[in-house]
């Protein structure tokens, strides 16, 4: 019955136990970044934010009012897009970035020498990144090998809410991009580039609480409404 009900909903176990090594690792340098960086060991969530677009709103963005929400306009013109990595440091909160055309593994390496040109030589940097094909590409492992301070560790297949990044690129997203209006891809890129300097003035670390058990618990309690095994 046990096993009637797992391929009802094609659990796959053996997917689940690879969920939870890889959550497990990841975690595991979440809750020791503070530590890590005490030692010498900077642990960075990197990732892409894809398709920027450059948009020019026809009108200005109404601000809201008493009595009246902020209104925004449905009309704009494109300007092209742009791609924008990003690298947050776990420990204090502080991110690196850089704006590309597009998003290969040519522009992925570009990205870790513009890391290991803003990370001091003894220090190991441990990366946090999802299963992308540029992140696993031949020409990045043999950049990676011969730069053993550097280690990725990967999210599990599916998961990039286990990368923090991917709350920052929410907070430029709001904060700067959704409701901005860009004359070119260069004004956009000036402008993520000041909102960036702007939050490493002041940066706060993202405090994550989810442990390894409490996410597989929810699993567990999700397959058992979807098999109607609550009880």
């Known amino acids: 019955d046990v096993v009637r009900d797992e391929l009802a909903v094609d659990l796959q176990p053996h997917r689940t136990l690879y969920f939870e090594e890889k959550a497990s690792g990841v975690l595991w340098y979440y809750e020791r970044a503070e530590s890590l960086h005490a030692k010498g060991d900077l642990v960075f969530c990197l990732d892409e934010k894809t398709q920027i677009q450059a948009l020019e709103r026809t009108q200005p963005v109404l601000p809201m009012g008493l009595g009246y929400v902020e209104g925004i306009p449905h009309d704009y013109v494109r300007h092209g897009t742009t791609t924008l990595f990003a690298a947050l440091d ?8 850089q704006c590309k055309p597009k998003h290969r593994h040519q522009e992925f390496l570009a990205f870790l020498r513009h890391i290991e040109a803003n990370v001091p030589e003894p220090l190991d940097v441990h990366l946090i990144c999802d299963n992308y094909g540029t992140h696993r590409h031949a020409r990045v492992k043999a950049w990676l090998a011969r ?4 280690h990725l560790h990967f999210t599990p297949t599916y998961s990039s809410w286990l990368n923090q990044v991917e709350r920052w690129f929410a907070l430029i997203t709001t904060q700067a ?34 442990t390894a058990e409490s996410i597989l618990a929810k699993i567990e309690r999700l397959c058992k409404v979807i098999n109607g095994t609550q009880h």
């Open 177 to 210: 991009i959704r409701r901005g209006s860009f004359d070119s891809v260069a004004d956009l890129k000036r402008k993520i580039d000041e909102f960036v300097k702007h939050y490493n003035q002041h940066p706060k670390p993202f405090m994550w609480t989810a």
């Open 147 to 150: 730069r053993p301070r550097f």
């Open 90 to 97: 776990v420990a204090n909160g502080t991110v690196l970035t």
